[in-house]
């Protein structure tokens, strides 16, 4: 039987090469964010498509922080995708610290 990649229970997980690339970008954004959760969350990230999406939403609104940031326009759009990427957060710690309760 055939798993899907987005399936959490796979064991791998997303695992063609340009989706391990794009997994590990979003890692490096997060560890630059929260460098204690690296080991965690890169578990996580292989095996919960429920927490790849929350990753997959940060890292793009970091993306477009970035951007908007280096450009110096549209301030009030910079402010909502910082509102955004804030609420982002907070998901993916709360999800962090469940699994690490979980484990322990």
């Given at each position: ?11 791998r997980g ?12 979003i890692?490096?954004?997060l ?5 204690h959760?690296?080991r965690?969350s ?14 997959e ?8 922080v ?11 759009m910079l402010r ?8 982002v ?13 979980r484990r322990?």
């Amino acid at each position: 039987m055939k798993t899907r990649s987005d399936d959490p229970r796979s064991p791998r997980g997303d695992a063609d090469r340009g989706d391990r690339m794009r997994l590990r970008d979003i890692i490096r954004r997060l560890s630059e964010r929260f460098p204690h959760v690296d080991r965690v969350s890169w578990r996580l990230l292989e095996r919960d498509a429920t927490f790849r999406e929350l990753c997959e939403e940060y890292a793009a609104c970091t993306a477009v922080v970035e951007r908007l940031t280096q450009s110096g326009s549209d301030e009030p759009m910079l402010r909502e995708y910082n509102a955004l990427r804030l609420r982002v957060e907070g998901e993916l710690l709360g999800y962090i610290a469940e699994h690490r309760s979980r484990r322990s």
